[in-house]
Nanobody, 120 residues
């Protein structure tokens, strides 16, 4: 099992920045990919960014050039640096981890979510 704890959400003005953190515990050694998803009011959950243990990254289209995902393997933590925030970025941001552990095989864990509100 992998447990995830997010932090860093809050209220920010348009054009501002925030950094989210997600710390993994439990069987963190088994994680293959970590990432962030978000769900805005009345919207479906969407991909924000993912990073593999090897450092390969992937971003949602509207996040490219504004958001940066990074990881610290020693701390089992992934970060999401968000710049140029706009009201459309308002959402609950969820951390996600995909991991492989026997005998279950591949599994996915989710954090509890952290609220990001972009408003003047």
């Amino acid at each position: 099992q992998v447990q995830l704890v997010e932090s860093g959400g809050g209220l920010v003005q348009p054009g501002g920045s925030l950094r989210l953190s997600c710390a993994a515990s439990g069987s963190a050694f088994s994680i293959t990919t970590m990432g962030w998803f978000r769900q805005g009011p009345g919207k479906q959950r969407e991909l924000v960014a993912t990073i593999t243990r090897g450092g390969s990254t992937k971003y949602g289209d509207s996040m490219k050039g504004r958001f940066t995902i990074s990881g610290d393997d020693a701390k089992n933590t992934v970060y999401l640096q968000m710049n140029g925030l706009n009201p459309e970025d308002t959402a609950v941001y969820y951390c996600n981890a995909a991991y492989f552990i026997l005998p279950v095989g591949f599994s996915v864990s989710w954090g509890q979510g952290t609220q990001v509100t972009v408003s003047s």
